[in-house]
């Protein structure tokens, strides 16, 4: 089930491919426009349980999706504006956790593999545990945003089907323009990852890729 779909050789035809599919529904909503000023990066989960090459739920597309939010993250430092970082983690293993019942296992604050990619700098962001799926879920996330004046947010990280796309989804129902970067965030399989994509883009959010983020911090 595992494959890295998504590669530093085949990433500019992959995102090419995935756009021409996805730009009815991104047509349909011209009046949605990223504004950097206006927006927050949501980098999601890119933890060493995701990303070390040893760890039981490694991502194999993990590598170029850290590669592309690393750009992102210092774009939006360089322009002093907002970051936040989430981390899914618990407190203390509960057996009744919907999570724990689900998957087996949960990951706790004080594990190795909970902890974010040392590769990226979370010196000049905020960092935000989270429960569950959903960034909103048990946080100050909406509160965060609501204190920043955010009214768009711009999504990141893994997994592209779960906690990218609760996330995505519950931004949307909050009020938020959403913007979901289709190739900064990744999940194990190809099919799996543009369903989440065609989900979103019908009715939740505007997908966009690395390089359109990026240029439009040089208008």
């Known amino acids: 089930m595992k494959n890295g779909y998504i590669t530093f050789k085949n990433a500019k035809e992959k995102t090419r491919e995935?756009?021409?599919?996805?730009?009815?529904?991104r047509n349909r909503h011209k009046d949605f426009v990223y504004k950097p000023e206006d927006s927050i990066l949501l980098v999601i989960d890119?933890?060493?349980?995701?990303?070390?090459d040893d760890a039981h739920a490694f991502i194999p597309v993990g590598?170029?999706?850290?590669?592309?939010?690393k750009r992102l993250v210092a774009r939006y430092y360089e322009n002093h504006l907002p970051v936040i970082f989430?981390?899914?983690a618990v407190l203390k293993e509960d057996p009744y956790d919907i999570m724990n019942k689900w998957w087996g296992g949960v990951l706790t604050v004080d594990d190795p593999e909970s902890f974010?990619?040392?590769?990226?700098?979370?010196?000049?962001?905020?960092?935000?545990?989270?429960?569950?799926y959903s960034?909103?879920?048990?946080?100050?996330?909406?509160?965060?945003?609501?204190?920043?004046?955010?009214k768009q947010v711009v999504t990141t990280g893994v997994m592209t089907h779960l906690c990218c796309e609760t996330t995505a989804r519950e931004a949307f129902q909050r009020g938020y323009e959403v913007y979901f970067v289709i190739d900064g965030t990744g999940t194990y399989d190809e099919k799996i990852h543009t369903a989440s994509l065609f989900n979103l883009s019908h009715g939740f959010a505007v997908p966009v890729t690395t390089e359109e983020v990026l240029r439009k911090f040089n208008k």
Do not use: C, H
């Open 116 to 132: 974010l990619t040392e590769e990226l700098d979370t010196e000049k962001g905020e960092v935000i545990l989270k429960p569950g």
């Open 18 to 25: 995935w756009m021409k599919e996805l730009l009815p529904q």
């Open 86 to 88: 989430t981390r899914y």
């Open 63 to 69: 590598k170029f999706i850290l590669s592309q939010i």
């Open 46 to 52: 890119m933890q060493n349980y995701f990303l070390a």
């Open 135 to 150: 960034a909103f879920f048990k946080t100050d996330l909406e509160k965060i945003l609501t204190d920043k004046g955010i």
